[in-house]
């Protein structure tokens, strides 16, 4: 099979930080018809810190959501979510919340474990020490999406250094976040957090497993906030593929 190759957005090609003489990364070169579509329908990641966030929906476990991703290996991440309104809303509650509010579900997630006793994988309950962890996922279509996601740029740089380069992706319409970092030095790793983000027009219903690491050469999964059930809500994931891509 022919190699394919797609130039990534210029926004996210600075993202990397990298100079323009050195070598494209591995998420910017595709070596199957799959993989290329998937390059070709990249999202542009939003700044987590540049987000303007309201009151955050309160659950049974309050305003957050802690979980651990796990395997039957043990456990591989720490995992703490929440759900926000827009700026402008002093409360979040789906009930009462007016049509068209755009919730945003934020993830925080920390491979190994968050190296607090009290939450998560919690004090003797971790994984080996995850060494690299190369992506965070969803494992449901993401009923709602607006199209906008993101991540913490800032924590990519603390944990990874300047050639950290995270793309978003949508496999089976959910959203996949691709973390890498080159085959050496600094990783995403143990009990290093980084923030994920992404929006929909469909509140949650409560925890469902819908989340995975991929981490240690191994896949982890997890619960988190995830949208109610609402047929025929949109999902940009869905949306037609860009002109000229492969599928």
Sequence with gaps: ????????????????????????????TAESDG?????ARNIEAGEFLDLE????IVGPQGEEVTSALSNAEGNFADMRSFVACPADMTECDPATAPEGTIYTYVHVVYPGEDNEAGTGSGEGNDSSDVE?????????????????????????????????????????G???????????????????????WWQSTVAPAGPAAAYAIDANYAQATGSGPYPADAPGAPNAC??????GAEG
């Design 132 to 172: 690299r962890a190369t992506a965070f996922r969803m494992t449901r279509p993401a009923t709602g999406f607006t199209g906008a996601a993101g991540y913490s740029k800032d924590e990519a740089m603390a944990a990874i250094g300047a050639k950290a380069d995270v793309v978003i992706t949508c496999d089976d």
């Design 238 to 243: 869905n949306a037609p593929a860009v002109a």
């Design 174 to 196: 959910a959203l996949v976040w691709t973390v890498s970092a080159g085959d050496g030095g600094d990783q995403w790793e143990q009990a290093e957090p980084l923030t994920f």
């Design 35 to 39: 993989a290329a579509a998937a390059l």
């Design 53 to 56: 966030l309201g009151a955050k």
């Design 1 to 28: 099979m022919n190699k394919i190759v797609f130039a990534l957005p210029l926004s996210l090609a600075l993202a990397g930080c990298g100079s323009a003489d050195e070598p494209p990364t591995d998420l910017e």
